[in-house]
Each structure stands twice: as C-alpha cells, then as structure tokens.
C-alpha cells in the first residue's frame, strides 16, 4: 500500500528530519535550526503577530504590580512622557538609566516561555533558570521574584493574571516590547521574540519621541 503525504507535509517532514541530521552531524545547535525555521515551537507555541497596530489604541488592562499594589495602564500613559511596556523580565538597564526621566516604564511578568514542565532550552538549564509554569498567581509572583532578585531588576513589574490577559491581549508571549503614547496610542510595536525581539530598535524609537537626555 502506498501512503501518499499531502505536499505541505512532506516538505515539513524533510526539513525536520535535514535539521535532526545536521544536530546529529555537529553542525548547527537546535536554537540555530529553531532560527533558521528547520524546526518549530511546537504544540506550546501560541507566537502571534496581534491585531493591535502602530497609531491604534492599546487595551486598558487593570495590573497588579510586583509590590502587591494595582495599577490601570491609563494611569501610565495619562501624561505626555511615553510609555516602554516590555513584555518578559530581560536586561534593559541601559536604556532605562538612559531614559527613566523622559519616559516611563512598565515590565510585564507573562507565563514563562521555556517552563521545565513544557519546552526546555539547555542554555537555561546551565543558568539554572528551570523552572514549572506556575498554576497559581502565588507561583508567577514567586518566579518574578526569583528573576528580579538574580538580575538585581530596577525598572517596575508588573504581573500578569492567571487568564494571561494582557499577554493575549497584547500578543505578547514570549517576549515584546511597546511603546505607548498619550492616550494609549500605540506608537512603536516591536515583533514577537526571540528573535524579533531588538531591545536597540526599541530604543532608537524612544530616543525619537523625547528630547535627548543628559549625558
């Protein structure tokens, strides 16, 4: 009997098993076959581009902030200063020293991307960042914790709920960056990471909306 596979399917079907080659070869690690598209996400990949556009309106979420206190997204941009919403607790204390007294910003702690319950990346195995995706607003808090204390994180956090509903509602997972402006006008909408993820195209973005700072 001859099994005849869908066009489409067979080309996924050689790419994968050229990519699984090429690991087995020594040629290319995973994380560079996952870049260069040999291999995907997999069934935890829930990576969307979001219908939310540059010059349309952000959504008003209510946030609950690392310190237990709540914020509105509107109470953010009510002023002119704009407004760096990052998505994922990431290194950005260059441009936040740079920047923190011409604009504001809001880090967003999401499900995590690489959880050790789901999809596991060895890199961070070795940093010994292994951790479950949390079940309980609790567990989510606790993992933000545990990143802002080894990063020594300064810009503020805020947690996401449960439902992830800022996540989904900005399409952010697993990582992102917006810049928002008076009135929530979305002004600068990075790609979805890992690797549409340019901290430094954010920041050319930002350092167009305000005056340069002091050097």
């Known amino acids: 009997m001859i099994v005849r596979i869908p066009a489409v399917r067979r080309k996924v079907l050689i790419r994968v098993a050229i990519g699984l080659a090429v690991v087995a070869a020594g040629g290319l690690t995973y994380y560079q076959l996952l870049k260069a598209g040999f291999v995907h996400y997999g069934k935890y990949d829930h990576r969307e581009r979001g219908s939310l556009q540059v010059g349309g309106q952000a959504p008003d979420l209510d946030l609950t902030m690392y310190d ?41 702690y999401i499900s995590e991307a690489h959880p050790d319950d789901e999809w596991q990346m060895d890199s961070n195995r070795e940093q010994k960042f292994v951790f479950k995706q949390p079940k309980r607003f609790e ?77």
Request: glycine share 8%; charged share 30%.
């Open 68 to 108: 237990g206190s709540s914020v509105r997204l509107s109470q953010l941009w009510g002023g002119a200063q704009p407004v760096l919403v990052v998505f994922r607790s990431v290194d950005l204390h260059r441009i936040y020293d740079r920047y923190k007294d011409q604009a504001r910003f809001l880090t967003v």
């Open 139 to 215: 567990e989510r808090k606790d993992l933000a914790k545990i990143l802002v204390d080894r990063l020594e994180y300064r810009l503020p956090v805020a947690i996401d709920m449960m439902d992830n509903r800022t996540e989904k509602a900005f399409a952010a997972w697993p990582e992102r960056i917006y810049i928002l402006g008076e009135g929530g006008k979305i002004l600068y909408k990075g790609k979805v990471g890992p690797f549409g993820f340019h901290p430094e195209e954010a920041e050319k973005a930002l350092a167009a909306l305000v005056r340069p700072p002091i050097a």
